[in-house]
């Protein structure tokens, strides 16, 4: 199995040819859409990049729970509730939700997603 640094260079360039940003913009802590700018239509790029890097397959409600987001059984008033929050995090364990959970409004989940986080999911990808 490929050491995390090498897991991290291998999706620093996924995502530097997705999003056509500069090497050194694309850090651990960098959010995927707020810092780096990606799209909903930029994440089947990513998905498809790291699928052949690492030759791995990447189900969609894996990295984008929508069902979850759209659903009013764990979506209160505009903000996830305990339930989503509990959801996302079942399904999402390699994501840090601490700063969403302190504004778990539906609009802010986007800018939850990191590199890091990006490399821990495909760590575990390649774990099992």
Known sequence: MPSRDEIFEKVKAALVDALGVEDDEVS????MVGDL???SI???DIVFRLEKAFGIKIPRAELFPEDVL???EYVT???VNAAGIAAIKSRMPFIDLAKFEANPSVQN???TLTVEDMVRYVQGKLAS
């Open 28 to 31: 651990p802590t960098a959010t």
């Open 37 to 39: 700018g990606a799209e």
């Open 42 to 44: 930029d994440f089947l």
């Open 70 to 72: 759209s659903s009013s």
């Open 77 to 79: 008033n505009g903000k």
């Open 109 to 111: 989940f986007a800018n």
